[in-house]
T-cell receptor, first 114, second 118 residues
Framework: AQTVTQSQPEMSVQEAETVTLSCTYDTSENNYYLFWYKQPPSRQMILVIRQEAYKQQNATENRFSVNFQKAAKSFSLKISDSQLGDTAMYFCASQIQGAQKLVFGQGTRLTINP | GAVVSQHPSWVICKSGTSVKIECRSLDFQATTMFWYRQFPKQSLMLMATSNEGSKATYEQGVEKDKFLINHASLTLSTLTVTSAHPEDSSFYIC??????????????FGPGTRLTVL
């Protein structure tokens, strides 16, 4: 069974700072995908970044990057130059290749302070 | 592109009544749609997987007779909460997997429906 764990219920940083959100997962599969989703106060789920497990290179999307450590089953999200609009719940999720089901972590509430 | 809508966005009903929530993929066809439930300040919990033209697959612990899912077309899935009770009050979110899409297995999420049962 897949499990995803986010051990930081809440985080708070000042605008323009860098923040890292932690995520660990467990799966017996070798091929899978990992995702970070953002859920702002509007509750709309927004895909932030994705990582294929077979790729060693860490995914990046503008100010967002991940640190994917496959052996440690760790998948952290780094947000650089944080902005007020980054304030949201962030969910880490995993998906086995060939299956469409997403398994979500508990979420981290991130607050960017002006 | 890849927009998913939900209707209604919020609904209040009396205990014992049934409520239908629609999930539509507006600009793509979706062979598979997913229904999630999210309690306040909690994560998304998958309730069921809805496949076009076939019966839905429910997650363990989800009552299939209470949460009726119909995926009658490639752009529409409905969730009906039957005989609703206050404990069914929650935020319900659907997502859709585009037909034929294999890249990254991405799902697109609807904006959610807030259900309050009095």
């Amino acid at each position: 069974a897949q499990t995803v764990t986010q051990s930081q219920p809440e985080m708070s940083v000042q605008e323009a700072e860098t923040v890292t959100l932690s995520c660990t997962y467990d799966t017996s599969e070798n091929n899978y995908y990992l995702f970070w989703y953002k859920q702002p106060p509007s509750r709309q789920m927004i895909l932030v970044i994705r990582q294929e497990a077979y790729k060693q290179q860490n995914a990046t999307e503008n100010r967002f990057s991940v640190n994917f450590q496959k052996a440690a089953k760790s998948f952290s999200l780094k947000i650089s130059d944080s902005q007020l609009g980054d304030t949201a719940m962030y969910f880490c999720a995993s998906q086995i290749q060939g299956a469409q089901k997403l398994v979500f972590g508990q979420g981290t509430r991130l607050t960017i302070n002006p | 592109g890849a927009v998913v809508s939900q209707h209604p966005s919020w609904v209040i009903c009396k205990s014992g009544t049934s409520v239908k929530i629609e999930c539509r993929s507006l600009d793509f066809q979706a062979t598979t749609m997913f229904w999630y439930r999210q309690f306040p300040k909690q994560s998304l919990m998958l309730m069921a997987t809805s496949n076009e033209g076939s019966k839905a697959t429910y997650e363990q612990g989800v009552e299939k007779d209470k949460f009726l899912i119909n995926h009658a077309s490639l752009t529409l899935s409905t969730l009906t909460v039957t005989s609703a009770h206050p404990e069914d009050s929650s935020f319900y979110i659907c997502s859709a997997h585009p037909r034929g899409l294999r890249v990254h297995n991405e799902q697109f999420f609807g904006p959610g429906t807030r259900l309050t049962v009095l």
